[in-house]
């Protein structure tokens, strides 16, 4: 079997981990008809998943079209025992990505597993690049990605579980001469999937990315025919497989496979500048900075928008860490520091927000508290709360160093004493909704 094959090209001591299958499970993956998506789908099938073999079958620039691509790996697959039925719709289209997702739920009631893999080709220099070469491509990788996406998201919260895999390309990640349009659509790509992955993770669904490097018709072209049996699809499909798996170690991220090597990519921000004096900030001031400003030297990365936000904050030169009191106030306890965020509540920071907070403290005084804001007021209230809109993890002695105005809150966070789940735009707004 092709599974087994290749799994005796691997070290040895991978066979250490428990057996990765797909039993009751359900996958659905555009554009298998040939390439990398095949594969998937056979190593899918192989491990015990109902596979939707989705491929309208079009050359490689999306013109055409045919049912043999996908018919052939669904009789590969049943030949083999396994189970899957061919899909022949378009991603590129709403009515297309809905009827691909309808299709497995019809069949099979549940949609565990989706590898948005659908890609074509039309490279042109960016000046030569028309709307014909640069639509059809945007609309198979990125819209196709929200097409399919999106009603299997709907999915698989109502199952409370699922694994998404989009395919980015280092074309887009990195860059490739010609390839606006396909770069831009790979890069299109990560966006969606940080943006996503913030929305679905309490629902245990992990959403990656992943950007592989094979030789297949897509590139048999442009990558030098003596790379052939080193790029084979089959050396990316175990990334596939294990990040499509409930095993799957990660989320929101993006990982790169070619010919044996798998190695993550990511995004990351540099420490970057602050200027103090303000009225002597000018274009030249930033020249004459510049090796600061644009060094990676101590460079992190962000789980969103937000946590880059908080981080740059708190790198910012105050006068006000000088102000700060250095001590706890003598007997405030963890049970007092809540009930006292009430009388400290400030309704106008508040204005338009309903905001759930769950702290869990943890230390000697570990707890779970609720702050519960609505309509311009605050409820303070022990225990937990089912749905929570921001979760804060933070140990009672940082607690209260935070809430007796030691440390603020952002250096809390940066300190990687304060940990934010779910939604943490509003764990912004905390220290002016208590005047912290
Ligand atoms: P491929 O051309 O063999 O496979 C792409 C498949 O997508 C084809 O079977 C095609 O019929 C199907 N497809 C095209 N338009 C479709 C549509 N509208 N709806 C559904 N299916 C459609 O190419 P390959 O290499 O297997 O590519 C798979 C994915 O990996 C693509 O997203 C590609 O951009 C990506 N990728 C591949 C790399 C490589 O080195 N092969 C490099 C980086 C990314």
Same mark, same amino acid.
Request: net charge negative; hydrophobic share 40%; proline share 5%.
């Given at each position: 079997m092709i599974s087994e094959k290749f799994e005796n090209s691997f070290e040895r001591k991978t066979r250490t981990f428990e057996y990765i299958h797909y039993r009751e499970q359900v996958a659905v993956i555009t554009g298998?008809?040939?390439g990398l998506g095949r594969i998937y789908a056979l190593e899918l099938a192989s491990r015990g998943a109902r596979v939707v073999?989705? %491929?309208?079958?079009?050359a490689r620039d999306g013109l055409g079209m045919s049912s043999a691509p996908a018919d052939q790996v669904v009789n590969e697959i049943l030949s083999k025992g396994g189970e899957a039925f061919a899909n022949y719709d378009s991603v590129a289209t709403p009515e297309g990505g809905e009827a691909i997702i309808q299709a497995a739920l019809n069949a099979y009631?549940?949609? %565990?597993i989706l590898i948005h893999n659908a890609g074509i080709l039309r490279d042109k220099t960016f000046v030569n690049m028309v709307p014909d070469l640069w639509d059809p491509v945007l609309a198979v990788h990125l819209d196709g990605a929200y097409h399919v996406t999106r009603p299997t998201v709907q999915a698989m919260k109502q199952q409370g579980y699922g694994r998404i895999l989009l395919t980015t390309s280092t074309s887009g990640l990195f860059g490739n001469f010609g390839q606006a349009n396909y770069g831009a659509a790979k890069m299109g790509l990560v966006g969606l999937m940080n943006c996503l992955k913030l929305e679905v993770n309490k629902y245990d669904i992990c959403i990656n990315c992943i950007a592989p490097t094979a030789i297949t018709r897509m590139t048999e072209d442009l990558?030098?025919?003596?790379f052939t049996e080193l790029l084979k699809p089959e050396a990316v499909s175990p990334l596939v497989l294990l990040l499509s798996s409930r095993q799957c170690p990660a989320n929101g991220e993006i990982y790169c496979a070619a010919g044996g090597y798998f190695g993550r990519i990511a995004l990351i921000a540099g420490e970057g500048v602050w200027f103090r004096e303000k009225s002597s900030l000018s274009p030249e001031t930033l020249a004459a900075a510049w090796e600061r400003v644009s060094s990676l030297r101590g460079a992190r990365e962000h789980s969103d928008a937000n946590q880059v936000l908080l981080s740059l904050l708190s790198t910012q030169p105050t006068q006000k860490t000088n102000e700060r009191p250095n001590q706890i106030p003598e007997g405030l306890t963890i049970a007092n520091a809540f009930s006292g965020l009430e009388k400290r509540f400030n309704s106008k920071a508040a204005q338009g927000l309903e905001v759930i907070y769950q702290f869990i403290i943890s230390g000697e005084e570990a707890s779970e508290w609720q702050v519960i804001i609505k309509d311009q007021s605050c409820n303070v209230i022990p225990g937990v709360h089912e749905h929570p809109t921001t979760l804060l993890k933070i140990d009672g002695q940082d607690f209260l160093l935070l809430v007796s105005g030691c440390r603020s809150a952002a250096e809390t966070f940066a300190a990687g004493k304060l940990i934010i789940e779910g939604r943490p735009g509003p764990a912004q707004r905390l220290e002016r909704l208590f005047q912290l």
């Amino acid at each position: 079997m092709i599974s087994e094959k290749f799994e005796n090209s691997f070290e040895r001591k991978t066979r250490t981990f428990e057996y990765i299958h797909y039993r009751e499970q359900v996958a659905v993956i555009t554009g298998a008809g040939g390439g990398l998506g095949r594969i998937y789908a056979l190593e899918l099938a192989s491990r015990g998943a109902r596979v939707v073999v989705n %491929d309208p079958g079009p050359a490689r620039d999306g013109l055409g079209m045919s049912s043999a691509p996908a018919d052939q790996v669904v009789n590969e697959i049943l030949s083999k025992g396994g189970e899957a039925f061919a899909n022949y719709d378009s991603v590129a289209t709403p009515e297309g990505g809905e009827a691909i997702i309808q299709a497995a739920l019809n069949a099979y009631g549940r949609i %565990d597993i989706l590898i948005h893999n659908a890609g074509i080709l039309r490279d042109k220099t960016f000046v030569n690049m028309v709307p014909d070469l640069w639509d059809p491509v945007l609309a198979v990788h990125l819209d196709g990605a929200y097409h399919v996406t999106r009603p299997t998201v709907q999915a698989m919260k109502q199952q409370g579980y699922g694994r998404i895999l989009l395919t980015t390309s280092t074309s887009g990640l990195f860059g490739n001469f010609g390839q606006a349009n396909y770069g831009a659509a790979k890069m299109g790509l990560v966006g969606l999937m940080n943006c996503l992955k913030l929305e679905v993770n309490k629902y245990d669904i992990c959403i990656n990315c992943i950007a592989p490097t094979a030789i297949t018709r897509m590139t048999e072209d442009l990558l030098p025919p003596e790379f052939t049996e080193l790029l084979k699809p089959e050396a990316v499909s175990p990334l596939v497989l294990l990040l499509s798996s409930r095993q799957c170690p990660a989320n929101g991220e993006i990982y790169c496979a070619a010919g044996g090597y798998f190695g993550r990519i990511a995004l990351i921000a540099g420490e970057g500048v602050w200027f103090r004096e303000k009225s002597s900030l000018s274009p030249e001031t930033l020249a004459a900075a510049w090796e600061r400003v644009s060094s990676l030297r101590g460079a992190r990365e962000h789980s969103d928008a937000n946590q880059v936000l908080l981080s740059l904050l708190s790198t910012q030169p105050t006068q006000k860490t000088n102000e700060r009191p250095n001590q706890i106030p003598e007997g405030l306890t963890i049970a007092n520091a809540f009930s006292g965020l009430e009388k400290r509540f400030n309704s106008k920071a508040a204005q338009g927000l309903e905001v759930i907070y769950q702290f869990i403290i943890s230390g000697e005084e570990a707890s779970e508290w609720q702050v519960i804001i609505k309509d311009q007021s605050c409820n303070v209230i022990p225990g937990v709360h089912e749905h929570p809109t921001t979760l804060l993890k933070i140990d009672g002695q940082d607690f209260l160093l935070l809430v007796s105005g030691c440390r603020s809150a952002a250096e809390t966070f940066a300190a990687g004493k304060l940990i934010i789940e779910g939604r943490p735009g509003p764990a912004q707004r905390l220290e002016r909704l208590f005047q912290l």
